[in-house]
C-alpha cells in the first residue's frame, strides 16, 4: 500500500474565517474553488501541502482540529506571521519553544479554536 498526501477536511461556519488563517496568514493559495455554491468549500494549497475547507455550522460546532505543519525554516516562518498576523499566535504557545520531544514549535489559533503547530525537527 503506498499513500503520497493527507488532506485534512476542515469545517468552519463561516468559511471566511478558513480562508484568513490559510490564504491571508499562512500563504495557501485556493485551488479548488466552490466558494459561491450554497455549501461552499475549497482546496487551499502550498508547495505540496492541501487541505478541504468547508462552510458547515454543524460539523464546525462539533470538531475544532488542530494540525501540525512542518517547515526547515521556523524563524523565518515565525518572523513573517508575528509581524503580519500577530493576533493569529496562539496565547499558549506564541514564541519559538524547544519541545519536550525535541522539535522548535510555535502555534496560531484563529477566532474559531482552530490550532495550526508550526513545527521544525
Not at 38 to 52: M, R
Not at 53 to 71: C, G, M, S, V, W
Not at 80 to 99: C, G, V
Request: hydrophobic share 35%; net charge negative; proline share 5%.
Amino acid at each position: 500500500m503506498k499513500f503520497t498526501k493527507l488532506v485534512p477536511n476542515i469545517f468552519f461556519e463561516d468559511i471566511n474565517d478558513g480562508l484568513k488563517l490559510f490564504v491571508d496568514c499562512l500563504e495557501f493559495t485556493i485551488g479548488y474553488n466552490d466558494l459561491d455554491s450554497k455549501n461552499p468549500c475549497c482546496v487551499v494549497q502550498k508547495d505540496t501541502l492541501s487541505v478541504f475547507l468547508f462552510q458547515n455550522k454543524e460539523y464546525a460546532d462539533k470538531d475544532r482540529p488542530e494540525i501540525r505543519l512542518h517547515t526547515d525554516d521556523i524563524e523565518d516562518v515565525y518572523g513573517k506571521i508575528s509581524q503580519t498576523h500577530p493576533h493569529f499566535l496562539h496565547p499558549n504557545l506564541n514564541t519559538i519553544t524547544i519541545r519536550p520531544w525535541g522539535a522548535k514549535e510555535f502555534a496560531l489559533r484563529d477566532n474559531t479554536n482552530v490550532c495550526v503547530i508550526i513545527q521544525q525537527w
